[in-house]
C-alpha cells in the first residue's frame, strides 16, 4: 500500500523511483526492524544510498514532524527529491472480540497510504501527489 502510494506520487509529478533521493516513511501501527523506508526502498528497488528517515509512534502528530524533516532535508539539497510516506495499518491491529465497544474502536481508524513530495523548488509548500485508502 505505502509502496504503491509512493508510485502514484511519482508519476503525478512527472518522477522516477531513480529520481527520490529522500524518503521519509511515517507510520504509528507498528515497529518494524529494519524500518518502513527500508522495505521499500529494498522492495522498489530504490538506490540503496537514497537517504531515508522513519517516524514511528508519535499518533497524528507524526506527520508534521516528517514534514518538518523533508523539509530541512529539501533546503539542504536544493533541486533533490524528497517525499513523505506517510502509511497506516490498523487492521493489522484490530482485536475481533464480538463486544460493540471493540467493534466501534476498530471502525475509528482505517487502512490508507499517502504522500507527497517537496524538491526545495516549491519553497517549503508541500504538494499532495497521491493517496490510496482502503480497509
Request: with cysteine; charged share 15%.
Amino acid at each position: 500500500m505505502g509502496g504503491q502510494a509512493l508510485q502514484a506520487c511519482l508519476k503525478n509529478i512527472g518522477a522516477a523511483l531513480s529520481d527520490l533521493r529522500h524518503l521519509c516513511c511515517v507510520t504509528s501501527t507498528g515497529y518494524l526492524t529494519p524500518g518502513l523506508s527500508a522495505r521499500i526502498i529494498k522492495d522498489l528497488g530504490i538506490d540503496p544510498h537514497c537517504s531515508r528517515s522513519d517516524i514511528v509512534g508519535m499518533g497524528c502528530n507524526a506527520g508534521l514532524n516528517a514534514l518538518n524533516v523533508v523539509a530541512g532535508w529539501s533546503a539542504a539539497h536544493p533541486g533533490e527529491l524528497g517525499v513523505v510516506l506517510c502509511t497506516e495499518a490498523c487492521s493489522a491491529a484490530y482485536a475481533l472480540d464480538g463486544t460493540m465497544r471493540t467493534a466501534v474502536v476498530n471502525s475509528l481508524s482505517g487502512d490508507g497510504a499517502a504522500a507527497l513530495r517537496d524538491d526545495a523548488r516549491s519553497r517549503g509548500e508541500f504538494l499532495a501527489a497521491a493517496g490510496l485508502g482502503g480497509r
